[in-house]
């Protein structure tokens, strides 16, 4: 064998291990991405939300805060004060979602995940919640900016994918309305 043939068959050799490197690497970085979006998901899970303040926020951004909004001091408790989670449960709700839409927004989540996660609900406090954020930003205009990008993907994502995102090659199982009859 010549030195040309013998350097040929070394250089391919070379090749071959590197782009074999290369290839294990991008297996390990995506093993790395997927273990790192785990960790978002379980931290915004366990943020520290007492429950009484989770729920009372969720009630009230639902179920009250319309009649909240009519009171002037309570409008002007928000346009002057800091956000009291005993006081302002459902303004709490705000700040978990600003953290939310922070890792969303510095991708350390990726919105694919998150979306289906509760994607429609990140839409639907936006709008329970805009007015007492519209206050908040008479003062400070950059308020909840991250929920509002949330939001804003989530609306985004909602449009995009209206039938959700089931693998359209998989069969679906059998859903039985037992009650499709019966009034309401």
Not at 50 to 70: C, D, H, T, V, Y
Not at 89 to 108: A, N, R, S, V, W
Not at 160 to 173: A, C, I, K, N, V
Request: neutral net charge.
């Amino acid at each position: 064998m010549s030195l040309e043939v013998l350097n040929t068959i070394a250089a391919f050799g070379t090749f071959i291990v590197i782009a074999a490197t290369a290839i294990a690497a991008l297996i390990q970085l995506r093993h790395l991405r997927s273990n790192n979006e785990l960790s978002a998901l379980i931290s915004i899970s366990q943020l520290t939300i007492p429950p009484e303040i989770s729920q009372n926020g969720a009630r009230i951004a639902a179920m009250e805060l319309e009649a909240k909004m009519a009171d002037p001091a309570y409008r002007e408790a928000i346009i002057r004060g800091k956000v009291d989670p005993q006081r302002f449960p459902e303004l709490y709700l705000c700040l978990i979602f600003e953290q939310i839409g922070t890792f969303l927004k510095k991708g350390l989540i990726s919105e694919a995940t998150l979306m289906e996660w509760s994607g429609s609900a990140y839409s639907r406090y936006w709008e329970l919640l805009q007015g007492p954020i519209a206050l908040m930003r008479r003062r400070a205009p950059w308020a909840f900016q991250n929920f509002e990008y949330l939001a804003m993907r989530a609306r985004r994502w909602m449009a995009d994918h209206p039938d959700g995102t089931y693998p359209s090659g998989e069969p679906r199982l059998p859903v039985v309305d037992k009650w499709i009859d019966a009034p309401s």
